[in-house]
């Protein structure tokens, strides 16, 4: 005997741009929009009636027809407004998660002064904000994804368990480099959304930054206490730090000394750190 332990639906990387035109400057939002929908779609998997469906190309829709009939920021808003509009659209649905990615885009300088309606694409980090809305209560959260973080000393790895494979030799000063994902939940609703995001941004660099590292582990959990108290409304926070290596060139072949200068910058593989840092 079968039975459907959980099911969602949805639309994803739902594409938008808008353009306020101000008079004084145009202000441009880049965003991808993930909709999924959770709940009493039974019928539909092991019947195939598809009567309580609501399409995911409606779900596309309705994400450009609410964002021209209202403000897409704070990212946060919205999110909840388009989970809202999804419960109340599809009776089946108990819960409309709302997932937002913001890119980023830079205003131009042209002769020293900010260009009115021309813009450069930014860096790949992205703002994240995600409403879950359900018929009881709503829960939202915010993020980032793709900050890149380096700094060349102030990190080491020593002291660690050893077996007969490992061949890492201990290192009291090496590069630290990564990729921050960060998600955070809100047990209280921020004032200002922009706000608590820039405050639990700032928190994480400048921890990352100063953090004297015995371990991405140690550093990761440093970072996530320290969001915690720039952000009073913030619950709980979930990284993700992947480490990624540089390696000390070995330049003896060569008659050379390397004294922690030259490295090689790798991709794969790469260690992956995370944790839930909560009050």
């Known amino acids: 005997m079968t039975r459907l332990a959980w099911n969602g639906y949805g639309k994803a990387e739902v594409r938008l741009v808008k353009v306020d035109r101000n008079e004084a400057a145009h202000l441009l939002t880049d965003l991808s929009v993930d909709v999924q929908l959770q709940g009493n779609f039974e019928s539909v998997h092991t019947g195939g009636d598809n ?7 409606t779900m596309k ?4 027809a609410l964002a021209r009939q209202g403000t897409v920021d704070p990212p946060e808003a919205f999110a909840e407004r ?5 419960l109340d ?4 649905a108990t819960r409309a998660v709302v997932t937002l990615k913001a890119h980023q885009w830079e205003r131009l300088s042209v002769g020293g002064a ?9 860096s790949e980090e992205r703002r994240i904000a995600v409403a879950s809305v359900g018929r009881d209560r709503t829960v939202v959260e915010a993020g980032l994804e793709g ?9 080491g790895f020593s002291g660690y368990l050893r077996d007969r494979y490992t061949t890492l030799p201990e290192t009291e000063d090496r590069i630290f480099a990564t990729e921050v994902t960060a998600q955070w939940r809100y047990g209280e609703r921020p004032l200002d959304f922009a706000a608590a995001w820039c405050a639990v941004r ?3 660099i400048e921890t990352f930054a100063e953090h004297q590292s015995a371990s991405v582990q140690q550093t990761l959990y440093a970072m996530g206490e320290q969001a915690l108290r720039a952000c009073a409304e913030a619950a709980e926070i ?14 003896r072949p060569f008659g050379l000394e390397n004294p922690n200068e030259v490295f090689v910058a790798t991709r794969e593989p790469y260690g992956r750190i995370e944790a839930v840092v909560t009050r």
Do not use: E, I, M, W
Request: proline share 5%; charged share 15%.
């Open 89 to 92: 659209a599809c009776p089946a």
């Open 82 to 86: 388009l989970g809202a509009h999804f």
């Open 238 to 251: 979930r990284l993700v730090l992947p480490n990624r290596h540089h390696l000390l060139v070995d330049l």
């Open 114 to 122: 900010a260009h009115r309606h021309a813009f450069a694409r930014g």
């Open 147 to 155: 900050l890149g973080l380096l700094k060349t000393t102030g990190s």
């Open 202 to 204: 700032r928190a994480l």
């Open 61 to 64: 829709n309705t994400v450009y």
């Open 51 to 57: 009567a309580c469906v609501l399409p995911t190309d």
